[in-house]
């Protein structure tokens, strides 16, 4: 009972905040350019898929430098910053593990749509491929 209070007087306290003051606490960075509000969704999607996550935010941004801000898999710049066109998404390289450190790279959200249960290795061989017969068979 003590949560759904807890949680019932976040609600009523967020609900009377303007749009641009939620705008402005999400914005805020929880580590490097990952905000508040971006750690927020990607650690709620992961409990709504009950993936466990055993991840933070220094060991998310770590990855994030490490990669140069690029996708992992395509080597495209992401954006973690303009909170309306953001492209990176967090994905697990092995998607049968959970977000640990060493089981996480940084994506273009529309590759990891695609990728989804594939294992790795899989989706890049369907890449290649899509490509090869996009390529050399039109």
Not at 18 to 32: F, T
Not at 73 to 90: M, R
Request: overall charge positive; glycine content about 2%.
């Amino acid at each position: 009972e003590l949560l759904v209070q807890a949680r019932e007087r976040r609600i009523e306290h967020w609900s009377k905040l303007s749009i641009d003051e939620k705008y402005n606490r999400a914005k805020k960075c929880v580590y490097g350019e990952i905000s508040c509000g971006q750690w927020s969704v990607i650690q709620s999607n992961a409990k709504l898929r009950k993936i466990q996550f055993d991840l933070l935010p220094k060991e998310a941004w770590d990855v994030w430098t490490r990669q140069d801000g690029k996708c992992a898999l395509s080597g495209v710049v992401l954006n973690l910053k303009t909170i309306f066109e953001i492209t990176a998404s967090l994905d697990r390289i092995d998607s049968k593990l959970p977000y640990t450190k060493d089981n996480i790279q940084w994506v273009h959200k529309y590759l990891n749509i695609m990728k989804n249960q594939f294992s790795q290795n899989d989706f890049i061989d369907m890449c290649i491929l899509v490509a090869a017969k996009n390529l050399y068979n039109n």
